[in-house]
């Protein structure tokens, strides 16, 4: 899915998006959501991992398991506008392929019934063998 998007950045933030649709949005998520929309913030996007980071590894108020899923889209929406940016040193190569199984395991983990159709939407459907 990832290597067919023209704008990763702007597809893995409509993922996101459509993740976060129904919960009330961190400040972190709100963050990653902007610097999707927005090419000239791309180059913080390390600065913006590091917010989500240290939000989601924090043990004072631990993520259930579907925010623990929407914070790691979260952080791979950052990781790609770092690299897209062109920024030094950049994240994993493969951050971008990592959008999908993330949104396909949130899809799995969750009782909200319409949430997986909106993630489809987003991804622009689901592999063949999922």
Do not use: C
Not at 70 to 76: I, K, N, P, Y
């Amino acid at each position: 899915m990832f290597q067919q998007q023209q704008e990763p950045v702007a597809w893995a933030g409509s993922v996101l998006a459509a993740a976060a649709r129904r919960k009330g949005q961190s400040p972190e998520i709100d963050e990653a959501l902007n610097l999707a929309e927005h090419e000239d913030h791309w180059p913080l996007g390390r600065e913006v991992f590091d917010r989500i980071r240290q939000r989601s590894l924090s043990k004072e108020a631990p993520l259930a398991e579907e925010d623990a899923l929407r914070f790691a889209l979260a952080e791979l929406v950052a990781k790609l506008a770092h690299n897209a940016a062109g920024q030094r040193p950049p994240f994993d190569h493969d951050s971008g392929w990592r959008v999908g199984p993330t949104a396909y395991r949130l899809a799995a983990a969750t009782d909200d019934p319409e949430l997986p159709e909106h993630l489809t939407r987003a991804l622009g459907g689901w592999p063949q063998d999922a």
